[in-house]
């Protein structure tokens, strides 16, 4: 297997892990809030902080890095339309993930504060978890999008 196939191999699988973890992780914290079990919630949220920093962090940085080394040695320009959409749609995810990062920690925090000491979770916890949730919306839309470009590449900015 030659360098290319290499690095596109492990795009592709770091765009599932950045696309599926954060999915999964959206999927239980939210549901988890929902119970409104703060020990759940505590739990959820230390295991979503875990997984951001084990999965999501290193493929948000490879995911950048591998797509512009390969679109180079593919002789794809920076400004064809399907790489400077998935860059702009990356670059909004990441606008979205950042604050997103800082709430899991406060969420994180706070819940298992709650649960150690056995109170329940206090207004800026749920106020911290509506923003969270809004933000994740547009955040996995964007990398869903940017998958899409990835695999179909089309032509969504046809000269002319």
């Known amino acids: 297997m030659n360098a290319y196939l290499l690095v596109k191999w492990l795009h592709i699988v770091s765009s599932v892990l950045l696309v599926g973890t954060g999915f999964g992780t959206a999927f239980y914290l939210y549901f988890a809030n929902r119970s409104g079990d703060v020990r759940a919630i505590a739990v959820v949220a230390r295991l979503v902080v875990r997984a951001d920093t084990w999965f999501t962090t290193p493929a948000v940085i490879f995911q950048p ?11 794809w320009p920076l400004h064809t339309g399907w790489i400077a959409a998935a860059l702009a749609l990356f670059a ?15 969420m994180r925090d706070i819940a298992g504060d709650c649960a150690a000491s056995g109170r329940g ?10 923003i969270w949730a809004w933000l994740g919306y547009p955040a996995f839309l964007a990398m869903l999008l940017a998958l899409w470009l990835m695999v179909g590449k089309p032509d969504v900015f046809p000269p002319g």
């Open 65 to 75: 890095l591998s797509g512009l080394w390969l679109a180079d040695q593919a002789g």
């Open 92 to 106: 909004l995810a990441g606008a979205c993930w950042l604050p997103v990062l800082w709430l899991q920690l406060r």
């Open 121 to 130: 979770l206090p207004p800026n916890y749920w106020r911290f978890a509506r």
